[in-house]
């Protein structure tokens, strides 16, 4: 998600203000993968739509790259940390 213009702040308080109510969580460290990602889905939706606006996000990457957030289910991301728990608890006997 790109915070630019007040959108992420507009974003938290559509739909009960998920972030502050627990249920997601809105970061902006994202890893090396999650970014390569998301060019990879923005060059898609360029391919397939012709979008001017994911174009320009792909000109201008490396403006555009700080301004978008990783907003993740809190519940998601403590089972990946779970599963995560248990494979070096398994990998360590």
Do not use: C
Request: hydrophobic share 30%; aromatic share 8%; net charge negative.
């Amino acid at each position: 998600v790109p915070e630019e213009d007040d959108m992420l702040e507009k974003l938290h308080h559509h739909g009960g203000d998920l972030m502050h109510k627990g249920r997601v969580d809105v970061s902006e460290d994202m890893t090396r993968h999650d970014e390569e990602r998301l060019y990879q889905l923005i060059s898609n939706h360029f391919h397939y739509t012709n979008s001017s606006r994911a174009k320009d996000i792909l000109d201008r990457w490396s403006e555009f790259r700080p301004k978008f957030r990783k907003v993740m289910p809190v519940e998601y991301r403590r089972a990946l940390e779970e599963m995560e728990r248990m494979r070096m608890g398994v990998a360590a006997e």
